[in-house]
Structure formats: structure tokens, C-alpha cells
């Protein structure tokens, strides 16, 4: 999952003039400033009756000097000073040029915080609770053997009286050419058999999904029509083991990637024809227009997609899961706002045939990106309300994603069911 937008993935791991120094040592202070010697007497008063005028002083000639006199080897080059005075006026408009840079970056990120704590305040509208479709993110121990019946059924227990219709239970990681090996999921016909028996109705899905090599040499190479088909391949797979469906969460995908649009479509094909579902974990939108062609030009790590790709995306799955969570925010408030606005961005572009699902934290990682005292269960309950009660509070096909069961501690579940289920 990301790690954190805008994205992949840092996700929790399974069990950036000196002051005067004042008089001389064992000088002895006078009335005033003593007076320079070299100083030439300005007008004043003449000399008193009875003084005698000093004489002049005959000056000694200077032996090497000439009839207009000779250079001081002491005086300062007026080329090195002029090239001196250059010198600190470029250094004078470095300074400025980061100064106004550092504004020019500061006071629209102040004003984008400010805004998202006005998002957050104010009631969510009545009745904006559970619709009985949420989900849940499952590790890995669940299909390879480490789980028994005595897991299933606390499992069972945890869930039951819940909003939660889906298990995104990790069936991966793809290799990097798209295949997916049958001995990394020995154990999923047993585990999709007995939540059958524990929890009818809920159904499991195949968590499946790998590294792009979008901003390194190495990983899942998309543009390869031969990796693509490979993954279309995996996934007719565990349709065929019993999964219910099929759930990808490729990192880092960058805004605008149409060969992953054109997997889509070709996945859509398998899952229809098995009377599964097709379900995507997705980047968070820009939070500001062309955010992340932005973001991406600074850090090469573009995170956000455009809203108008979001919903490209949207329309082509049954299921798309916002991963809103390392957000880079600060605070609880600021966090719950981030949320309520990715809520609305969502339900703006996501078709009314699609399941729209908003992430919640079930971890705590401190790390870039991700504050667990900021991003809490409460405070992205709360923006999923506020979202959802200013965008679209009827919405039928909305739910929570819950990341991940072996990170959740108590208080996560006693918010989600307190806050969201509301039972």
C-alpha cells in the first residue's frame, strides 16, 4: 500500500558589525573619544590671544616616490574591491531568489492547510453510516498455512454485526513478469470454505499485487504486453481456486498510465465471464489542480492522480478502494479534512455502478508521509462523513477499507464500530 501520495508504499509491515568589545585591556578611560591625529581642523574658533602658531612640519621626500607621487603599497586594488562589491551583490540576490522561492512554495501550502481544517469542521448529515459495504485488507498468513480454524472463527467473531462484505486476502506478491506461483496460496480453498461457513455472504477476494518499474529499473513492467498478459493469466488462476474476486494494488502508479486502463479492460473480461468481481486499491487525487505533475517534477514520485484519471479507473472496476492514508498531515484535524475531501473528489468522478471505499488507518507506523497520532481511525471517520454528507449522502454503493487486520489494535476497531458502524 502506499506509503504515501501522493504514491505505494509505505504500508505496515506483517507479523525527508559584531557588538563592541569595549576598551582595551589596561587602557585607561578619558572623557571622550580621543582625537584623531590625521584629522583636519574644520571651522571653529581661532587660536586665543598669546598662543603661538605652531610651525609647519617639513615633510621628508620620498626617495622612490615621483613628482606626482607614488602608489601606496597598501592601498586597496579598486579592481578588487569592484570585483568584491559583484560578489555580494550576487550573494545578496541568491538570497532573495530563495526567500521569494521558499514564500512562493510556503503561502499556498499554509493556505491548502488552512482549508482542510475548514473542511473539517461543521455536522455530518444523519444517516451517514455504514451501508453494510465495507472491507477489510487480510495479510498473508490467512492462505499460507499459518492460519487454523481456531483463527477463522475469532475472525468470524471480530466481524460479525460489522459493515464488512469483502476479505482483500494477500494472495501475492505477482512476480515481475505477471505470473503468480500456486504454492504462495496452498491454503486458500480451506480459507474461502470456512468463512463461507462462519460468515455466509462475505465474500473473498485475492489480494494481488507487486512493484511497478515506473521509478526504477526493477519491478512489474506494464508497457509489456507480455507481462500484461500474465497477469490476466493470475488471475483466471485464483478465480478458478474459489476467490470471488480479484483485487490489484500496483505501486507506484503514475496518473495517466494507459496500459494499466487497457489491463483493466482485459480484466474486466476474465472476472465477468467468471461472475467475479474486479477490484483496484487506488492512488489518493490531487489535492490542487496538477498536483502531481508537480509533485512529480520535484521529487520524481508523482503519488496523486488526477481526479478525470480517477475516474477512468473508477469506471472500468466494480470496486475502488481510495488508500487515504499517508498523507504527509500533521494533525487529527488537518488529517480528517485531507479525508473529506478526497471523499468528495471521489464521489464526484466515481460512476453510481461503482463501489466507492474510503481507507482507514489500521496501523501505526511513524515515518514521512504517515503521523500515527494524526492519522487516526476517528478523525478519517469523521472526514468520510463530512465528505459524504456534503457530496452524495444517499450513495448506496459506499463503504470503509479497513488497512490491515494484523496492525489493528482494539481502539481502531472500537472507533470503526462506535463511529462508522454506529450500532
Known amino acids: 500500500m502506499e506509503s504515501g501520495a501522493p504514491a505505494s508504499s509505505g504500508s505496515a509491515s506483517e507479523p525527508g558589525a559584531g557588538p563592541d568589545p569595549g576598551p582595551e585591556p589596561g587602557a585607561v578611560p578619558g572623557p571622550g573619544p580621543d582625537p584623531d591625529p590625521g584629522a583636519v581642523p574644520g571651522p571653529g574658533p581661532g587660536p586665543k590671544p598669546g598662543d603661538t602658531p605652531e610651525k609647519p612640519v617639513p615633510q621628508e621626500p620620498d626617495p622612490q616616490g615621483s613628482a606626482q607621487g607614488a602608489a601606496d603599497p597598501e592601498a586597496p586594488d579598486p579592481q ?3 570585483a568584491g562589491q559583484r560578489s555580494r551583490r550576487r550573494r545578496r540576490w541568491v538570497r532573495r531568489g530563495v526567500v521569494v522561492l521558499v514564500l512562493l512554495l510556503l ?3 499554509l493556505g491548502a492547510e488552512a482549508a482542510l481544517r475548514v473542511n473539517y469542521s461543521g455536522d455530518p448529515a444523519d444517516g451517514t453510516y455504514t451501508r453494510g459495504q465495507d472491507a477489510i485488507w487480510l495479510g498473508h498468513a490467512w492462505v499460507d498455512g499459518r492460519k487454523t480454524d481456531a483463527d477463522v472463527t475469532a475472525l468470524a467473531e471480530r466481524l460479525r454485526g460489522t459493515g464488512i462484505r469483502d476479505l482483500y486476502v494477500h494472495t501475492g506478491p505477482l512476480e515481475h ?4 506461483p500456486k504454492s504462495v496460496y496452498p491454503k486458500a480453498g480451506w480459507f474461502i470454505a470456512a468463512v463461507h461457513r462462519a460468515l455466509p455472504g462475505v465474500r473473498v477476494q485475492a489480494w494481488l499485487g507487486d ?3 515506473s521509478e526504477s529499473p526493477d519491478g512489474l513492467r506494464l508497457e509489456r504486453a507480455r507481462t500484461r498478459a500474465a497477469v490476466v493469466a493470475s ?3 485464483v478465480l478458478a481456486a474459489g476467490y470471488e474476486g480479484a483485487h490489484f494494488d500496483l505501486e507506484p502508479l503514475h496518473s495517466g498510465d494507459r496500459n494499466y486502463l487497457g489491463l483493466l479492460d482485459d480484466l474486466r473480461a ?4 467468471h461472475g467475479a468481481l474486479l477490484s483496484v486499491a487506488s492512488h489518493q487525487i490531487d489535492p490542487l489542480p496538477a498536483f502531481h505533475s508537480v509533485w512529480g517534477a520535484l521529487t520524481n514520485h508523482p503519488k496523486w492522480w488526477s481526479q478525470a484519471y480517477f475516474g477512468e479507473v473508477a469506471r472500468r472496476v466494480d470496486q475502488i478502494a481510495v488508500m487515504s492514508y499517508d498523507t504527509m498531515q500533521p494533525l487529527q484535524s ?3 479534512g485531507y479525508v473529506a475531501q478526497q471523499t468528495s473528489l471521489a464521489l464526484e468522478v466515481t460512476p453510481p455502478g461503482t463501489q466507492l471505499l474510503m481507507g482507514l488507518p489500521f496501523y501505526h507506523e511513524n515515518k514521512f508521509g504517515h503521523q500515527a497520532h ?3 481511525v476517528p478523525a478519517a471517520v469523521r472526514g468520510v462523513r463530512l465528505g459524504l454528507s456534503r457530496t452524495d449522502a444517499d450513495r448506496a454503493r459506499f463503504g470503509v477499507a479497513l488497512y490491515v487486520d494484523f496492525a489493528a489494535t482494539e481502539a481502531d476497531w472500537t472507533a470503526y464500530r462506535e463511529d462508522w458502524v454506529h450500532r
Open 374 to 376: 494524526a492519522e487516526t
Open 334 to 336: 488537518l488529517y480528517g
Open 107 to 109: 503561502v499556498p501550502l
Open 177 to 180: 513478469d505477471g505470473t503468480l
Open 80 to 82: 578588487a574591491a569592484g
Open 270 to 273: 476474465v472476472t465477468r465471464a
Open 235 to 237: 488471475a483466471r488462476e
Open 211 to 213: 512493484v511497478l518499474a
